[in-house]
């Protein structure tokens, strides 16, 4: 019987975990993104969306159950 490795889930297409709080700073406390980015997401090229990605993933972000 061969199995299948399993992958890492996929990533979400975005980070927003419906935590949205930009309360005297441009960057929201629950994924990370400034307020420009969760703005224009939508509109960002993947390659945009890949480095915003990066950095709010090295920051510790998104912050679920927080």
């Known amino acids: 019987m061969d199995a ?3 992958s890492a889930p996929a ?3 975005t980070p927003c975990v ?3 709080s930009t309360t005297f700073d441009d960057v929201c406390r629950g994924c990370g993104r400034t ?3 969760v703005a224009h997401w939508v ?3 993947e390659p945009q969306k890949e480095l915003v ?3 709010i993933l090295a920051q510790g972000y998104p912050r679920r159950n927080r």
């Open 11 to 13: 990533r979400p297409d």
């Open 4 to 6: 299948k490795p399993k």
């Open 35 to 37: 307020v420009a980015e």
């Open 53 to 55: 990605w990066q950095r």
């Open 43 to 45: 509109s960002m090229s």
């Open 18 to 20: 419906a935590v949205c």
